[in-house]
């Protein structure tokens, strides 16, 4: 079974340009996660969809981060413009449903912004 | 609101002897509670959950964790660590019903000795 996928892996900015990260769920998982992990802390929920609809985007950023989730499949997140504080590791999740135990994550994009 | 308190950045072992990480929690109501491990460059993977039943519970690896009501934790532990399990582990809660949001403890890095 193909694990959650992210790209890219790797990205390097500067402060105030754009940004955009991909992630393709599981196949069949209805939840799909954006996390921000900055260095040295856990992961911070930014936006939960199910399927294409939000459940919980309480601590997304909403001034620069959006986040789509379109068909209830793939997801792009986005941060316009970029911040130094931003720099972070963007982790995806997926799970089955809302009320499932276990997320899959995938690899994670690495920010830096300079 | 609920959260997660991992009161030891870093925990080292040697191989072979047993390992604990430690984790207190803080919800109100009957709390969900994981815990996940981080490999370096990788995603988070799942380990076990508490969901509700039997307060010891089994998981992937040989780790296994006991739910504490009482004293409101969820210790990881090991019997005999490995050189393998050198990894940072999250522990991380959620409220039971009619709440969705998964909340992560700021992890502790775990080095087996060897």
């Known amino acids: 079974e193909a694990g959650v996928a992210q790209s890219p892996r790797y990205k390097i900015i500067e402060k105030r340009q754009s940004v955009a990260f991909w992630c393709n769920p599981i196949?069949?998982?209805?939840?799909l996660y954006w996390y921000q992990q900055i260095l040295g802390q856990g992961p911070k929920l930014l936006i939960q969809?199910?399927?294409?609809?939000?459940?919980?985007d309480s601590q997304l950023p909403k001034d620069r981060f959006s986040a789509e989730r379109l068909k209830g499949v793939d997801s792009t997140l986005k941060i316009q413009p970029a911040k130094l504080e931003d720099s972070a590791v963007y982790l995806c999740?997926?799970?089955?449903?809302?009320?499932?135990?276990?997320?899959?994550f995938g690899e994670g994009s690495r920010l830096t912004v300079l | 609101a609920q959260s997660v308190a991992q009161p030891e950045d870093q925990v080292n072992v040697a191989e072979g002897n047993p390992l604990t990480v430690k984790c207190t929690y803080s919800?109100?109501?009957?709390?969900?509670l994981f815990w996940y491990v981080q490999y370096p460059n990788r995603g988070l993977q799942f380990l076990l959950k508490?969901?509700?039943?039997?307060?010891l519970v089994k998981g992937s690896y040989g780790f296994e964790a006991e739910f504490n009501k009482s004293q409101t934790s969820f210790h990881l532990k090991k019997p005999s660590a490995l050189v393998s399990d050198s990894a940072l582990y999250f522990c991380?809660?959620?409220?039971?019903?009619?709440?969705?949001?998964?909340?992560f403890g700021k992890g502790t890095k775990l080095s087996v000795i060897p």
């Open positions: 999740a997926s799970s089955s449903g809302l009320d499932a135990g276990e997320l899959f």
């Open positions: 196949s069949g998982h209805a939840t």
């Open positions: 969809f199910q399927n294409n609809g939000v459940v919980d």
């Open positions: 919800v109100s109501g009957n709390p969900y």
């Open positions: 508490y969901i509700t039943g039997d307060n």
């Open positions: 991380a809660v959620r409220l039971g019903a009619g709440s969705y949001q998964l909340t």
